[in-house]
Structure formats: structure tokens, C-alpha cells
């Protein structure tokens, strides 16, 4: 299958379990590969967040460090 992107950038990116399934899922239902995903979701970042629910998520995911550790 040919490339539709041309990735230029590669980065070593930790996450946590639930988000890499998350983004496997997400890539898979795209028919994505997982960096052309990545890519699509950061590119398109303030049309794809809930604005009213991004700043109260984040400061869970924030106030939560021992959950993301296990």
C-alpha cells in the first residue's frame, strides 16, 4: 500500500497503555496507519477537541500522576 503522507518527522512518544489502544483503535477505524493518525489528530487539533471539556480533562489527567504510573 502506498504512502498517502510524506512523515518527516519521527519522534519516540511515551503513553499510556489506554491511550495506545485508543490510538489503535482510532488509526484501525480510520484505516490510518498510527503515525498518518497521530498526524491527522495534531493537524486538526481545535476542530477535533471538545473546547468546553478539554481544560477540566486535563486537569484530571494532570491531578491523577499515581493512576498513569500503575
Known sequence: MPKRLR???RSPVAMTED???RLKRFASD???EEGEA???????FNSV???DTFGQRLKMFQNEPLDRTR
Open 7 to 9: 512523515l518527516t518527522r
Open 19 to 21: 491511550g495506545y489502544r
Open 30 to 32: 480510520s484505516q490510518l
Open 38 to 44: 497521530l498526524s491527522f489528530l495534531f493537524e486538526n
Open 49 to 51: 477537541i471538545n473546547e
